[in-house]
C-alpha cells in the first residue's frame, strides 16, 4: 500500500546496495540511508539518479601502491526494473531520450519508496550522449553539466511521466540537482500560459524546494562557464538563469539552489554556521546527518539488541537503553564483530592481524584535507608507542578520485609505510571500500580514527556507523563529532584540551595531541582497565547510536522541510 507521493529527493549518487554501484561515497550512501528510514517511517518520498552504468570505479591497487580504475559491470536488469517509461530533455539542442529503471526500496512496515535510475543509453540517442549516464562524476565539465541536466530537468519531466503530480517538495541532496528548479520555473510560466517569467514564478518554486548544501569550502562547488551552459542549455536567460546566481562568469549550482530554495540546511551545527557565513543573505538551517541502524548494525549487535531492547530497529531512540546491556555481552559481541574483520584482513592482504590487538580504523575518501597520513607524522614516536605501552595495529581504506593525483600518492605513501613498519605495526590497506567493507571495518576496529582539517568536514558519517557498534571515535572536533564527542565518555578529540582545532595546517598539533593521547589514556586503558573502555563502548552506542540515525533525521526533515 502506498500513499501518493508528497516529496521527491533527488541525488547524483545514491548507495542502496553493495552491488549497485551508483555511489562514490558519503553522499550517497547518506541518501541510501535517508530513503530507507523516509520507507520505515512511511514518509512519501520518491527518489531520483542516474543509472550510472559503469558506476563510479572499482579500485585496484598495483604492487607499488598506486590505484588503478576500472569500470564496474553490473547486471542493471538483475537488481532494477525497467518502468517502460520515457521522458526527453534537450540538449546542446539535440533531444536526448531518457528512460526510467526503478528499486523499490522496503521499509521494514512494508512501505516502500520508489527510487527512479534515468538511463540515456539508448538506441536513439546519439553515441556521446548515451554515455551520460554511465560514469558517475566522471569526464569533464561538458559531460558533468549534461548529467545534470538529465538528473535536475529529465528528473522532473520524468516524474510527471510516472504520474507523480502531487508532489510537494523537491528536495536537493547537494547542487548537482539544482538544475531542476528551472523545469520546475518553466511548468509555472507554461501553467500561466505566458512566454516570459514573472516573479511568481521564482516564488511559487521557492514554496517547493529544499536544498541541502555538504560542501563547506567554496572551491567545493559545482560551476560551469556561462558559454558552456549558453552552447549545452541554449539561451540562457531564456531558462530563467540571471545575474545572480552567476558569479566570476560562471553558473554556480548552488547559488542557484539557493536563490530557488525555501528551506536550506547544512549537515551538522557547525557546517549550518560554516555554510550561513559563506552564504549571507539566505537562512542556513541544520540538519545532522544520521546513518540508518538496520543497514549499519553488524550482525552480532543486532542480535544483542534483539535481546536486549526489542523494538530498536522501529525506534532508534530506544537504543539509549544500551546502558543497561552488561558489559561483557558488549565486549563479547564486538568481539565476533572484530573476529570478522581480522579473518578477512588477513584474508586478503596476509597483513598478520592479530584479534587481542587493538586496532584502529581509519577508511575515506583519499582526499588531501583528511590527512589519511596525519598518523605518520612522526613514525619512530608511533613506533615507541607500540614498543613500550601496548600493541596496535591500523587498517585503511578509501579511494582517491581518478583524477586526483595528490589522492593516490597518499595512498601509495600509506602501502609504502605498511610495507617499512611490517615488524612493529600491523599495517593494512584494503582496496575497493564500499558500503560492504564500511560495515566490516566500522564495525570490527576497536577505534575509529578521523583527521579532518576543520572546517572541511562537513558532518562525516562513518563515525556514527561505529558508535553504533559500540566503536568509539577518535577524531580531531569537525562535522557531527562536535556534537557526538563527550571526551573520555563517548570517545576522544584530538586537538588540544579537547577545543575545536588551532593547527596552522602543518598537523604538527594535531599530530602531537593524537600520539599523547593514544600513549596516555587510550591503550592503557584498552590493555589495563578494559571495564572503562567497555563503558566508553556502551556510551558510544547510548548517546550517539540514539541519535544520529536517520530516523531522527529524516523526523527532523518532515518537521522543518516538508510538511511545513
Ligand atoms: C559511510 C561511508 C562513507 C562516508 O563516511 P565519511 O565518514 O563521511 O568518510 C564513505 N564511503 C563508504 C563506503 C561508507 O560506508
Redesign the pocket.
Known amino acids: 500500500m502506498n500513499k501518493v507521493a508528497k516529496i521527491a529527493y533527488f541525488s547524483m549518487e545514491i548507495g542502496l546496495h553493495p552491488d549497485i554501484p551508483t555511489y562514490a561515497?558519503?553522499l550517497g550512501?547518506l541518501a541510501g540511508d535517508m530513503i530507507t528510514s523516509a520507507a520505515d517511517l512511511q514518509v512519501p518520498l520518491v527518489a531520483v539518479t542516474l543509472l550510472h552504468r559503469k558506476g563510479y570505479f572499482y579500485q585496484r591497487l598495483d604492487h607499488t601502491g598506486w590505484q588503478r580504475e576500472e569500470p564496474v559491470h553490473w547486471v542493471v536488469a538483475d537488481f532494477l526494473t525497467d518502468t517502460g517509461q520515457q521522458t526527453s530533455v534537450t540538449i546542446e539542442g539535440r533531444t536526448v531520450h531518457l528512460k526510467a529503471w526503478r528499486y523499490d526500496v522496503s521499509g521494514d512496515g512494508g512501505f516502500t519508496v520508489p527510487v527512479y535510475f534515468l538511463d540515456s543509453d539508448l538506441k536513439e540517442n546519439s553515441d556521446w550522449d548515451r554515455t551520460l549516464t554511465h560514469f558517475l562524476y566522471g569526464g569533464d565539465s561538458r559531460y558533468r553539466l549534461c548529467q545534470e541536466v538529465v538528473l535536475g530537468m529529465g528528473g522532473v519531466r520524468m516524474l510527471r511521466e510516472l504520474g507523480h503530480n502531487r508532489i510537494e517538495r523537491f528536495h536537493m541532496n547537494e547542487g548537482h540537482a539544482s538544475l531542476l528548479t528551472l523545469e520546475l520555473m518553466r511548468e509555472h510560466k507554461e501553467k500561466a500560459g505566458r512566454d516570459f517569467f514573472a516573479p511568481e514564478d521564482s516564488e511559487a518554486v521557492r514554496e517547493q524546494c529544499v536544498f541541502t548544501t555538504h560542501t563547506p569550502v567554496p572551491a567545493g562547488h559545482d560551476k560551469f562557464p556561462l558559454e558552456l551552459v549558453d552552447r549545452v542549455l541554449g539561451d540562457r536567460e531564456a531558462c530563467g538563469i540571471h545575474d545572480p546566481i552567476c558569479h566570476e562568469k560562471r553558473l554556480n549550482m548552488t547559488f542557484l539552489a539557493l536563490t530557488l530554495s525555501g528551506y536550506i540546511n547544512g549537515v551538522a551545527k557547525k557546517h549550518g554556521e560554516v555554510s550561513q557565513n559563506m552564504f549571507q543573505g539566505y537562512k542556513v538551517d541544520a540538519i545532522t546527518n544520521g546513518v540508518h541502524v538496520g543497514r549499519w548494525v553488524s550482525p552480532p549487535f543486532a542480535k544483542l539488541f534483539d535481546r536486549h531492547i526489542p523494538g530498536w530497529r522501529q525506534d532508534n531512540f530506544s537504543l539509549r537503553y544500551a546502558f543497561g546491556i552488561p558489559g561483557e555481552e558488549i565486549w563479547a559481541a564486538h568481539h565476533q564483530a572484530k573476529n570478522l574483520l581480522i579473518e578477512h584482513i588477513n584474508r586478503e592482504t596476509n597483513a598478520g592481524f592479530d584479534r587481542n590487538v587493538f586496532t584502529l580504523g581509519f577508511a575515506?575518501?583519499a582526499a588531501s584535507y583528511k590527512r589519511a597520513t596525519l598518523l605518520f607524522k612522526d613514525v619512530q614516536r608511533l613506533q615507541k608507542i607500540a614498543r613500550d605501552v601496548g600493541k596496535f595495529q591500523v587498517v585503511f581504506a578509501g579511494k582517491a578520485h581518478p583524477e586526483d593525483e595528490g589522492g593516490k600518492k597518499l595512498i601509495q605513501q600509506i602501502v609504502q609505510m605498511a610495507a617499512s613498519l611490517r615488524q612493529d605495526i600491523p599495517i593494512a590497506y584494503l582496496p575497493n571500500?564500499?558500503?560492504e567493507?564500511?560495515q566490516l571495518l566500522t564495525a570490527g576496529v576497536d577505534l575509529w580514527l578521523n583527521t579532518p582539517e576543520p572546517p572541511q568536514e562537513a558532518s562525516?558519517?562513518?563515525?556514527m556507523?561505529a558508535a553504533l557498534n559500540g566503536v568509539p571515535s577518535f577524531s580531531v572536533l569537525d562535522g557531527w563529532w562536535i556534537e557526538g564527542c563527550i571526551e573520555g565518555v563517548t570517545g576522544w578529540a584530538i586537538g588540544e584540551d579537547g577545543r575545536i582545532s588551532k593547527d596552522d595546517g602543518d598537523g604538527e598539533h594535531d599530530a602531537d595531541s593524537l600520539y599523547k593521547k593514544l600513549e596516555q589514556v587510550i591503550l592503557p586503558m584498552f590493555y589495563v582497565n578494559q571495564d572503562r573502555f567497555v563503558e566508553i563502548m556502551q556510551a558510544a552506542i547510548a548517546l550517539n547510536g540514539s541519535f544520529f540515525n536517520t530516523q531522527r533525521m529524516v523526523q527532523q526533515y518532515v518537521l522543518k522541510a516538508y510538511f511545513s
Open positions: 561515497g558519503g550512501i575515506r575518501r571500500y564500499d558500503m567493507l564500511g562525516g558519517t562513518s563515525g556507523k
